[in-house]
């Protein structure tokens, strides 16, 4: 009876699944069937609106002097009944309360319902490390910050955290997240990266996507996200933000595809393209790229958009194109599906133009709208294309703010702790006198980075009211007769670097504690010529050193600036990327031992500015030939990539395989024994990293293959189990293939090392 009983419940199950299927495919197709009708009863010039993307401030009163998010009755007309308008974007200038997003995502729809078939227009934001443009919300540590933390789980919870304030603010696309491999410091955008590593910005990237799209995009909690910048963008030679770049195939295939790659198969729903070029050739134009590599190989089947103006610099700054016109045909025979134009009608014109002079097919116009309404259709925008109630009852919950102090504080990274007499210099006692100094020990906008409140992220009054500077956090730790802060809340004021009057009285202190770094900065307005610290932080901290006073130094900054002139100097170093709202209050708690510091570097922190080599880099790199012969420290950084210390030890057993040679499919299983031998409790990141002893292709110097964070408590050891197969350990060969050649691999985990064979 028993065996008759699970039979017919495994069949009823098999019913219901059958059942299940066939009605989401019946869905699908229902969608399908009432899309294709809709553009079967569009005019040319209602399809080219739907691949049109204007900016805000093209419909606001007084355009870009808007403060207040009022619209223009006469240029919204203009833009959604004449011109047929799909998408709007963001204003870079600064944020409004959900309130105003309200009443500005309405306006819009109202008049998008007198469009001849009342097509909702979407509008899409760069909620980068939070929702950037909404006041009050809550901002996490930029992606590289994310990194640090190597917890999959925090870059998922950010990421929906982000969702349902950005929905929350009735906006459903996210211009997030950025998955360009950020192994180029001198470039604007580092901060925006998951760091130099692949396989850390594949987990980290598609987790954060799974958070903003995982709970479907019709759900008050989701957004529908996007993959950029395709392809190669962070890597222009230059460091220079939409500068060109020059990448081999076997280069862009190895180190830049992949994480696009997981994405897609994340579900990702759609993607932004890389504004510059590569090997001449301007990605926007680069039909190889956007056909055959994104959609055939790829397979992915979303939105496409342009970033910022980049069809029309086709014409006027890559000189591809003889005329504006002409670079609109080339960028949609390319594969490019929506513009974002975003400051004038010459797109809608030159593409109308276009298709009726039979230079660009119906065909493509068709495929291109038929994404974009799908879009708008899996956002529930032809449902109810208005802010949602359920949605804006999810805006700055107090569990937002707990899940963003917890990111802050796992991304911060120790990179120093000399021993001052019998122990180390931190975690400092709160009840030492400390002198603060530095231009971002009173200052918001360097805790936090680029898109904070505003583009730039470099307006203190947007910031909310309850947004603490390290000063205010260190405050509250050690109370205010405990501190004292020479300086000024401007981060580039002349009273910060007046070394004079900041330590006249050094000798009445325990400790200096210097917060240097970078203001914040977005794109080409970041752009250095120089990787150094600025001259007057490192004169500040060289004279801080010269009192004789232990310093500390925190550093608050959006890629590695060197320091080489001042580490041996300074006690103690607490690496805190641009931590975000509850920054402050996480760098007080790591410093006074509140919390015991866990980050890992997502990068290499070069010693040199011209010694930029990465963790992964070729045999070749290392050797370096001396008149005494060779020497073999070519990679000689200040810290390596994952690096990062504790208030704790811990110390690793031989690493254990339960084979030592596998084939085909077959999988090795792998396993260590941490020990926390320490005092304190403590989180710690095991990292499982793989060698190919030889191979067709000069194989990496080490790649991290997979990552494991765990709570040890002091005193117990805990087993860390990881397992691999021949994808794990597969390179890019000289045909473009992505293989695994036969032969042996070292797996190291900290300092233990194992051979394995592939046969």
């Not at 209602?46 to 049109?52: A, I, L």
């Not at 619209?71 to 959604?80: G, M, R, T, V, Y």
């Amino acid at each position: 009876m028993k065996r008759l009983f699970k039979k017919l419940t495994k069949a009823g199950n098999l019913v219901v699944m059958a059942l299940a299927f066939s009605y989401q495919n019946t869905q699908a197709q229902s969608q399908d069937q009432k899309i294709d009708h809709l553009i079967s009863q569009m005019s040319i010039e209602e399809k080219v609106g739907q691949m049109t993307q204007i900016d805000l401030n093209l419909l606001a009163v007084n355009g870009y002097q808007n403060t207040d998010g009022s619209l223009d009755k006469e240029k919204l007309k203009k833009a959604i009944l004449e011109y047929k308008v799909g998408s709007v974007l963001n204003p870079v200038g600064r944020a409004y309360s959900v309130e105003t997003w309200h009443k500005i995502i309405t306006e819009i729809q109202d008049l998008a319902k007198k469009t001849p078939n009342k097509i909702p227009v979407i509008y899409g934001i760069d909620a980068v490390h939070g929702t950037t443009f909404t006041l009050n919300s809550t901002l996490f540590p930029h992606n590289l910050g994310l990194a640090a933390t190597r917890n999959e789980d925090l870059a998922k919870q950010g990421g929906n955290i982000t969702a349902r304030e950005v929905r929350a603010s009735g906006i459903r696309w996210n211009f997030s997240p950025v998955l360009d491999a950020g192994r180029q410091p001198l470039w604007s955008r580092f901060a925006e990266t998951w760091g130099e590593d692949v396989y850390l910005t594949k987990q980290m990237g598609v987790a954060t996507i799974k958070g903003m799209e995982g709970d479907g995009l019709k759900n008050p909690t989701a957004v529908a996200s996007c993959m950029k910048h395709f392809i190669g963008y962070s890597a222009p030679r230059t460091g220079k933000d939409r500068t060109p770049a020059h990448i081999p195939d076997i280069i862009l295939r190895e180190y830049y595809l992949p994480q696009f790659k997981a994405a897609i198969e994340a579900g990702a729903s759609t993607v932004m393209i890389n504004s510059a070029e590569i090997n001449g050739i301007p990605t926007h134009a680069n039909e190889y790229l956007l056909k055959e590599v994104l959609r055939k190989e790829l397979g992915f089947k979303g939105l496409v958009v342009t970033d910022w103006e980049d069809i029309i610099r086709l014409h006027n700054r890559h000189m591809i194109a003889a005329s504006p016109k002409e670079a609109v045909k080339i960028a949609i025979n390319a594969g490019i599906d929506m513009s974002m134009v975003p400051n004038d009608y010459s797109f809608f014109t030159y593409l109308t133009e276009l298709v009726k002079e039979g230079q660009v097919s119906m065909e493509t116009i068709n495929a291109s709208v038929k994404r974009i309404l799908k879009l708008k259709y899996d956002l529930g925008l032809f449902d109810n294309p208005y802010p949602e109630k359920s949605a804006a009852s999810l805006f700055n919950l107090p569990e937002y703010g707990a899940a963003a102090l917890q990111a802050s504080r796992e991304s911060i990274t120790l990179l120093k702790n000399e021993t001052l007499g019998t122990s180390p210099v931190l975690p400092l006692k709160k009840n030492a006198k400390i002198l603060l100094a530095g231009p971002g020990a009173d200052n918001l906008p360097s805790l936090h980075g680029c898109w904070s409140y505003s583009w730039q992220g470099n307006n203190s009054k947007y910031y909310p009211s309850t947004t603490k500077t390290i000063l205010q956090a260190i405050e509250e730790k050690t109370g205010k007769n405990n501190v004292t802060f020479y300086g000024s809340k401007e981060y580039n004021s002349e009273v910060n670097f007046a070394t004079e009057s900041i330590f006249k009285y050094a000798s009445s202190f325990d400790f200096i504690v210097l917060c240097l770094g970078e203001d914040a900065y977005a794109e080409q307005p970041g752009a250095i010529d120089e990787l150094a610290l600025p001259a007057n932080q490192l004169n500040l901290a060289k004279v801080a050193i010269s009192t004789g006073k232990p310093v500390i130094l925190i550093m608050t900054q959006g890629r590695p600036r060197v320091i080489n002139t001042i580490v041996p100097g300074v006690k103690g170093i607490i690496q805190a990327y641009w931590p975000g709202t509850k920054g402050a209050d996480a760098i007080a708690d790591v410093l006074f031992g509140d919390y015991n510091p866990d980050g890992r570097l997502p990068f290499t922190y070069p010693a040199a500015t011209g010694d930029l080599v990465l963790y992964d880099h070729k045999f070749t790199e290392k050797i370096q030939e001396t008149a005494q012969g060779f020497e073999y420290n070519g990679y000689k950084p200040q810290w390596p990539f994952g690096f990062g210390l504790s208030y704790t030890t811990f110390e690793y057993s031989p690493i254990k395989v339960n084979k030592k040679e596998f084939t085909g499919n077959e999988t090795v299983k792998i396993s260590v024994e941490v020990k926390n031998s320490g005092q304190m409790n403590g989180k710690h990141t095991v990292e499982l990293y793989s060698r190919d002893l030889f191979a067709s292709v000069t194989p990496d110097n080490k790649r991290l293959r997979k990552f494991k964070k765990v709570a040890i408590k002091a005193g117990e050891t805990v087993t860390i189990e990881f397992e691999l197969d021949k994808n794990d350990l597969a390179f890019v060969n000289k045909k473009l293939e992505t293989v695994t050649e036969p032969g042996e691999f070292e797996l190291m985990i900290e300092n233990q090392k194992v051979l394995i064979s592939y046969k």
